[in-house]
């Protein structure tokens, strides 16, 4: 019986070896540093397009409404952060910076309402139940913004937030047809500082979408007077 053949395999030579390998990192590194750039671009877009129009309760110039976002409760009540957020819009309604506030923030589930919550911590602080003006269907800074222009006709504002969210919020209301400058609360940098900042990473390229294709938010209704009714009480001649 013949014997078989002996099937010879082509020999790789070891340097050509090296060689696949090394392209094989050198594309992996360009697929990374391609996503990272990705990653980051609308994070450099939300910083560079703010330019200017970032500061503080003493920097902030004079508009006709604060639009203050929710940032959550504690046992019903505003959370330490949203707290912070209503001291300022206080702070600016006090000194005549503006003469109405725009709460706006989630009540969408029974027990959880950040826009009451919200109102009624600015009332209890002083300020005329009229001239604050309460954004139910607030479910996100987009939804805020276009809302805050399309259903209660906000053109300019001053727009209030931690500054990790600020920036985020200036571009949106920005898109959504407001002049606004963004004043950001000042915050120690612990855990829910740095917690907030990650999630404007996926954040602001959520916001680049909104602000480039305008999607309607998930509630939007008929236009309503608030705004419009705090600008004349605030107007009309005090004896």
């Known amino acids: 019986m013949p014997r078989p053949s002996r099937i010879r395999l082509p020999r790789i030579e070891p340097s050509r070896i090296r060689l696949r390998g090394r392209r094989a990192q050198r594309r992996a590194f360009q697929a990374v540093a391609l996503l990272s750039v990705l ?36 046992d019903g009540k505003p959370s330490p952060y949203l707290a912070h957020r209503l001291d300022a819009a206080l702070t600016l309604f006090q000194e005549h910076k503006v003469q109405a506030v ?15 919550a919200m109102g009624d911590y600015l009332v209890a602080h002083g300020v005329p139940g009229i001239r604050v003006v309460r954004d139910y269907a607030g479910f996100d800074t987009w939804a805020s913004c276009t809302r805050a222009r399309r259903i209660f006709g906000v053109d300019h504002a001053l727009l209030v937030s931690q500054g990790f969210h600020v920036r985020r919020a200036l571009a949106l209301c920005e898109a959504a047809g407001i002049d606004s400058y963004a004043v950001a609360v000042d915050e120690p940098h612990d855990a829910t500082w740095y917690y907030g900042g990650l999630r404007e990473i996926p954040g602001a390229g959520k916001a680049l979408l909104s602000a480039t294709l305008h999607p309607d938010p998930q509630f939007l209704g008929a236009e309503e007077p608030g705004i419009a009714a705090a600008l004349a009480d605030a107007a009309r001649p005090r004896g």
């Open 102 to 116: 725009l709460v706006t923030g989630d009540n969408s589930r029974a027990g959880y309402d950040e826009p009451d």
């Open 39 to 74: 990653a980051a671009a609308p994070s450099a877009w939300l910083w560079l397009g703010a330019g200017d129009r970032v500061g503080t309760v003493a920097s902030a110039p004079s508009a006709p409404v604060a639009v203050v976002f929710g940032a959550g409760l504690v």
